[in-house]
């Protein structure tokens, strides 16, 4: 211990132990309880390599989407502070999303003070009693992995040091830290640690027993169908798995992507249509997704065997998923498939039919073509608004989209480079998840497709006043039909014979009056354009690219869009 009188805050411990553990960015909507915080950044300096560096954002879904997105482009949490119960309330929406695809995020927030006087954090304003809650944690215990409460400065460290732990450790998902302005003002000779005093917990493969089993099962499979949905930052799932299915016959769905895992263009791709495969299928490897497929629609025949793979195979988190687990291979999913794909290569494998993957393939390539053609004429469809979004990607672009077209309409890109809404479609997620990516890496082009509703549910005002005050050119596509078509078409679904059928307006779907989304854009500083017609949007799409590589500035395209 120091002596206190060179000692530091608990606020100043906190950002100190931030960056210490590797927190580049210290995504801040502040209140009264940042005091110490702001304290902190003043006295040693917010541009010093010491502190992460602070990103202001004015809406707290919002910031706990960029932390969302930055994870998804490195692989490496940040940091998230919002201004107690009310800020935390703001936020819980975006932490739904995180803990629904296993993002981990250290969100905190601040807590109002618990005493009234004699302390320097004590209580100085109306609203630290009207915010004062019984359980404030209980706003995100359902959607978090672990929460705690900072009740002393000197145990900041180690408090952090497990916060991450837990978060990185698999399955990895959200973690939530209160902290009190007490403790963050009171000040503690506590030295920042060097090491983290906790690593996450690491998962190998699955059991040898398992893996031989699986092994066997796919190697007699006369139809075997390999589900994907989502990889992992590093790319390691995607080389595995490309590599398992072309050596061995394994002919591959990604379904309801989140983070594309498989290309579209490799040989083995049968696209997500999942009507005939599965209910044919004798064997099904399912590589961890938590929706593999719809039992309303398809499911496996009754003597298919049926093995997840992931750290979690039966997603316990869920509290009703039903699919059938007849082995789960639990473990860390690129190990599990490596030690797979050598387990297959000492098992003789039944011979297949590789011509009627090739046909598969070949039809869902078609299938795309087909919808995006189709829609290339007069107001565009999402299908032709992808593939001309495809056209200016180059080799690193990634797309963020949310009610966009689906991962499938994008065959060419491989690995982490096409990001989806997750299964929670907590609204309002694809924005300022595209701003956490761009914010990893400014220099590469990411491109956000999203629906006009999901659009204003992502606050664009505070995405645009972000971009341009962080110097963030992400490329914006607002997919305008005037309404919900997810609303829509969920009412056909359950009543495809009902009166919402023939109706010439569904209720609840339109929005009638419209925001001019390119003018409001622009009023924020942005360059904007509105798109009517699907002929002109190749063009104006490069232009867009043009203007964010000579003059660095955030663009917004507004592109009318069909119905679907």
Same mark, same amino acid.
């Given at each position: 211990?120091?002596?206190?009188?060179?000692?530091?805050?608990?606020?100043?411990?906190?950002?100190?132990?931030?960056?210490?553990?590797?927190?580049?960015?210290?995504?801040?909507? *502040?209140?009264?309880?940042?005091?110490?915080?702001?304290?902190?950044?003043?006295?040693?300096?917010?541009?010093?390599?010491?502190?992460?560096?602070?990103?202001?954002?004015?809406?707290?879904?919002?910031?706990?989407?960029?932390?969302?997105?930055?994870?998804?482009?490195?692989?490496?949490? $940040? *940091?998230?502070?919002? @201004?107690?119960?009310?800020?935390?309330? #703001?936020?819980?929406?975006?932490?739904?999303? /995180?803990?629904?695809?296993?993002v981990p995020v250290l969100l905190m927030s601040g807590r109002t003070p618990l005493t009234e006087h004699d302390r320097p954090g004590a209580r100085r304003t109306p609203i630290q009693y009207g915010q004062e809650q019984f359980d404030q944690a209980s706003l995100v215990r359902d959607v978090v992995k672990w929460h705690f409460e900072l009740r002393y400065p000197e145990t900041v460290p180690a408090l952090l040091s497990r916060a991450l732990a837990v978060a990185k450790s698999a399955p990895e998902g959200p973690v939530y830290l209160s902290l009190p302005r007490e403790p963050l003002t009171e000040l503690t000779g506590a030295d920042v640690a060097a090491d983290p005093l906790q690593a996450p917990s690491r998962a190998g493969a699955a059991a040898e027993e398992d893996i031989a089993t699986a092994a066997g099962w796919l190697a007699a499979a006369e139809n075997p169908l390999i589900i994907c949905q989502r990889g992992d930052p590093g790319g390691r799932v995607a080389a595995v798995l490309e590599h398992l299915a072309e050596a061995h016959d394994l002919p591959v769905a990604e379904v309801f992507a989140t983070r594309k895992v498989f290309r579209g263009t490799h040989p083995m791709a049968v696209g997500p249509d999942l009507s005939q495969r599965l209910p044919e299928a004798d064997v099904v490897l399912v590589v961890d997704a938590p929706v593999a497929w719809i039992e309303h629609h398809n499911r496996p025949r009754a003597s298919a065997k049926v093995i997840h793979v992931g750290p979690d195979p039966l997603h316990a988190r869920m509290p009703m998923r039903s699919y059938r687990t007849t082995l789960g291979l639990a473990g860390d999913t690129a190990a599990t498939l490596a030690a797979l794909d050598a387990a297959l290569e000492t098992v003789p494998a039944r011979a297949r039919d590789s011509a009627a993957i090739a046909a598969d393939h070949a039809a869902y390539l078609a299938r795309v073509a087909g919808a995006a053609r189709a829609g290339s004429t007069?107001?565009?469809?999402? /299908?032709?608004?992808?593939?001309?979004?495809?056209?200016?990607?180059?080799?690193?672009?990634?797309?963020?989209?949310?009610?966009?077209?689906?991962?499938?309409?994008?065959?060419?890109?491989?690995?982490?480079?096409?990001?989806? #809404?997750?299964? /929670?479609?907590?609204?309002?997620?694809?924005?300022?998840?595209?701003?956490?990516? $761009?914010?990893?890496?400014?220099?590469?082009?990411?491109?956000?497709? &999203?629906?006009?509703?999901?659009? +204003?549910?992502?606050?664009?005002?505070?995405? @645009?006043?972000?971009?341009?005050?962080?110097? +963030?050119?992400?490329?914006?596509?607002?997919? #305008?039909?005037?309404?919900?078509?997810?609303?829509? +078409?969920? *009412?056909?679904?359950?009543?495809?014979?009902? &009166?919402?059928?023939?109706?010439? $307006?569904?209720?609840?779907?339109?929005?009638?009056? #419209?925001?001019?989304?390119? $003018?409001?854009?622009?009023?924020?500083?942005?360059?904007?354009?509105?798109?009517?017609? *699907?002929?002109?949007?190749?063009?104006?799409?490069?232009?867009?690219?043009?203007?964010?590589?000579?003059?660095?500035?955030?663009? +917004?395209?507004?592109?009318?869009?069909?119905?679907?």
């Amino acid at each position: 211990m120091k002596d206190l009188k060179n000692s530091m805050s608990g606020g100043e411990l906190l950002l100190r132990s931030l960056k210490a553990q590797g927190m580049d960015h210290f995504l801040a909507n *502040a209140g009264s309880d940042f005091a110490p915080i702001v304290e902190a950044y003043a006295r040693v300096g917010s541009g010093s390599p010491d502190l992460p560096e602070p990103v202001i954002v004015p809406h707290e879904s919002a910031l706990v989407g960029m932390a969302h997105g930055y994870w998804l482009a490195t692989g490496r949490p $940040q *940091a998230a502070m919002v @201004h107690v119960n009310v800020g935390l309330a #703001n936020a819980a929406m975006a932490m739904i999303n /995180a803990r629904a695809d296993d993002v981990p995020v250290l969100l905190m927030s601040g807590r109002t003070p618990l005493t009234e006087h004699d302390r320097p954090g004590a209580r100085r304003t109306p609203i630290q009693y009207g915010q004062e809650q019984f359980d404030q944690a209980s706003l995100v215990r359902d959607v978090v992995k672990w929460h705690f409460e900072l009740r002393y400065p000197e145990t900041v460290p180690a408090l952090l040091s497990r916060a991450l732990a837990v978060a990185k450790s698999a399955p990895e998902g959200p973690v939530y830290l209160s902290l009190p302005r007490e403790p963050l003002t009171e000040l503690t000779g506590a030295d920042v640690a060097a090491d983290p005093l906790q690593a996450p917990s690491r998962a190998g493969a699955a059991a040898e027993e398992d893996i031989a089993t699986a092994a066997g099962w796919l190697a007699a499979a006369e139809n075997p169908l390999i589900i994907c949905q989502r990889g992992d930052p590093g790319g390691r799932v995607a080389a595995v798995l490309e590599h398992l299915a072309e050596a061995h016959d394994l002919p591959v769905a990604e379904v309801f992507a989140t983070r594309k895992v498989f290309r579209g263009t490799h040989p083995m791709a049968v696209g997500p249509d999942l009507s005939q495969r599965l209910p044919e299928a004798d064997v099904v490897l399912v590589v961890d997704a938590p929706v593999a497929w719809i039992e309303h629609h398809n499911r496996p025949r009754a003597s298919a065997k049926v093995i997840h793979v992931g750290p979690d195979p039966l997603h316990a988190r869920m509290p009703m998923r039903s699919y059938r687990t007849t082995l789960g291979l639990a473990g860390d999913t690129a190990a599990t498939l490596a030690a797979l794909d050598a387990a297959l290569e000492t098992v003789p494998a039944r011979a297949r039919d590789s011509a009627a993957i090739a046909a598969d393939h070949a039809a869902y390539l078609a299938r795309v073509a087909g919808a995006a053609r189709a829609g290339s004429t007069g107001t565009a469809s999402k /299908a032709y608004v992808a593939a001309c979004v495809s056209g200016i990607l180059g080799e690193t672009g990634v797309v963020v989209s949310e009610r966009g077209a689906p991962a499938p309409f994008y065959p060419e890109l491989g690995a982490n480079r096409f990001f989806g #809404n997750t299964p /929670a479609g907590g609204l309002g997620w694809g924005g300022p998840a595209a701003l956490g990516v $761009q914010l990893a890496d400014r220099d590469r082009l990411v491109v956000c497709v &999203v629906g006009d509703g999901s659009h +204003l549910f992502a606050n664009p005002v505070v995405c @645009h006043q972000v971009a341009k005050a962080n110097a +963030l050119p992400v490329l914006t596509v607002v997919l #305008n039909n005037s309404g919900w078509d997810a609303v829509r +078409l969920s *009412a056909l679904e359950v009543y495809p014979e009902g &009166v919402t059928s023939g109706a010439a $307006q569904v209720p609840l779907t339109e929005f009638g009056a #419209n925001p001019d989304h390119a $003018q409001v854009a622009e009023a924020c500083g942005l360059w904007a354009r509105r798109v009517d017609r *699907a002929e002109d949007l190749p063009a104006v799409l490069q232009e867009a690219v043009t203007v964010i590589r000579d003059q660095r500035l955030p663009v +917004l395209l507004d592109v009318a869009v069909r119905p679907e």
